[in-house]
């Protein structure tokens, strides 16, 4: 079974401030990997999609990389800054058709 | 905007009874997914439809059952709620199947007394 954990389950930074989240799962033959941000009370937007094949995805501020040898994925925030608030969680796709969230990081970037 | 949209937003229920929630997907998207999100917690999956049949299914017992239409919307049945079934349910389509990528309605919370 596939157990996806996402450490720290909380973290609050200053403005500007770079900073990494990280995820790490134990079955290594994913499919796919996806970092979503979701706003309190809401649904889930997706950030950054990573295939199986790549080992990083860049949108904007924002940079996810995967390492399937060992277990983990991490989301790289450039500059951060207050709207970037958010629980960020980590949903991975194996190659048996199983999927599995995080229970996500909240972040807090304070102005 | 994801283009998905979930009714009610809120419910509230008391244990025992009945609840179907609903979702409309993106138009052409041919698979819907739901999950359940305790509070603190990640979504976890229920189950997946792909043109109108089940087409995977997570750990949760029959009395959560669901049906998609042709018109790209479904539902998400619930019986003999339980307290335990307080969450946020969520709805997320995608064009063929789970692993491409998925986009999420709003969801409605369900509060059971």
């Known amino acids: 079974k596939q157990e996806v954990t996402q450490i720290p389950a909380a973290l609050s930074v200053p403005e500007g401030e770079n900073l990494v989240l990280n995820c790490s799962f134990t079955d290594s033959a994913i499919y796919n990997l996806q970092w979503f941000r979701q706003d309190p009370g809401k649904g889930l937007t997706s950030l950054l999609l990573i295939q199986s094949s790549q080992r990083e995805q860049t949108s904007g501020r924002l940079n996810a990389s995967l390492d399937k040898s060992s277990g983990r994925s991490t989301l790289y925030i450039a500059a951060s800054q207050p709207g970037d608030s958010a629980t960020y969680l980590c949903?991975?796709?194996?190659?048996?058709?199983?999927?599995?969230f995080g229970d996500g990081t909240t972040l807090t970037v304070k102005p | 905007e994801t283009g998905v949209t979930q009714s009610p937003t809120h419910l509230i229920k008391t244990r025992g009874q009945q609840v179907t929630l609903r979702c409309s997907s993106q138009?052409?998207?041919?698979?819907v997914s739901w999950y359940q999100q305790a509070l603190g917690q990640g979504p976890q999956f229920i189950f997946q439809?792909?043109?109108?049949?089940?087409?995977g299914r997570g750990n949760f017992p029959p009395r959560f059952s669901g049906l998609q239409f042709p018109n790209y919307s479904s539902e998400l049945n619930v019986n003999a709620l339980e307290l335990d079934d307080s969450a946020l349910y969520l709805c997320?389509?995608?064009?063929?199947?789970?692993?491409?990528?998925?986009?999420f309605g709003p969801g409605t919370r369900l509060l059971v007394l």
């Open positions: 138009s052409g998207h041919n698979t």
């Open positions: 439809y792909y043109r109108e049949e089940e087409n």
């Open positions: 949903y991975i796709n194996t190659n048996a058709g199983k999927s599995t």
């Open positions: 997320a389509s995608s064009l063929t199947d789970i692993q491409e990528t998925q986009y």
